[in-house]
């Protein structure tokens, strides 16, 4: 059971049945009375995002959720599959549950999938992705100038920014946290 005391920026608890995650935190002491919470919650099933005060002494329930190892097996339209590798139960996301990471997903690819009361809400992808290139412009040469990058699609259609020497066919790692390109890979 947390109290509005315990709330932070990325804490996950339920109200009315429904998990939220606190998108963002102030702490407000009037003059008088007690203590205030502002925070912006967004409904992690949903995705619906919304302000909430709370007072000092306001209670929660935690949210049963749960983090499972899974792998990306394909796309079906607007929902994409996962397997969960431990019993073989496929469980579906949809593209705005994934958000920006459906640019990143490729066919077998290991995940954690959260899950609140037995249903998918969410995914986590690893730190690093390898992918190929499939489209890049050539390296024009004594094109040194610092800090130049050209765009370059990737096997899953996704186009980022990658240095000149990068060349079409090659494989590079990704920061998915950020979606940047980190080093080539042989």
């Known amino acids: 059971m947390y109290e509005s005391s315990d709330l932070r920026k990325g804490l996950k608890f339920e109200i009315d049945g429904q998990p939220y995650a606190v998108i963002q935190f102030s702490f407000v002491k009037p003059g008088k009375g007690r203590a205030l919470y502002k925070c912006k919650l967004k409904n992690m099933v949903t995705g619906a995002q919304f302000d909430r005060t709370f007072r000092s002494g306001d209670k929660f329930n935690e949210a049963n959720l749960e983090e499972h190892e899974m792998e990306y097996l394909y796309a079906d339209g607007d929902?994409?599959?996962?397997?969960?590798?431990?019993n073989y139960e496929q469980y579906f996301l949809t593209k705005n549950q994934l958000g920006d990471a459906v640019n990143l997903l490729k066919e077998n690819t290991p995940c954690t999938v959260l899950m609140f009361d037995g249903q998918a809400i969410g995914l986590t992808l690893p730190y690093f992705i390898t992918l190929k290139i499939i489209k890049s412009d050539p390296w024009a040469k004594g094109d040194t100038a610092a800090g130049s990058t050209k765009p370059a699609?990737?096997?899953?259609?996704?186009?980022?920014?990658?240095?000149?020497?990068?060349e079409e066919?090659?494989?590079i790692?990704?920061?998915?946290?950020?979606?940047?390109?980190?080093?080539?890979v042989k």
């Open 169 to 171: 066919g090659e494989s």
């Open 153 to 166: 699609t990737l096997e899953t259609g996704f186009v980022l920014q990658v240095p000149p020497f990068v």
């Open 79 to 86: 929902s994409y599959c996962f397997m969960n590798s431990s």
């Open 173 to 184: 790692r990704i920061d998915t946290r950020n979606s940047q390109y980190v080093e080539r």
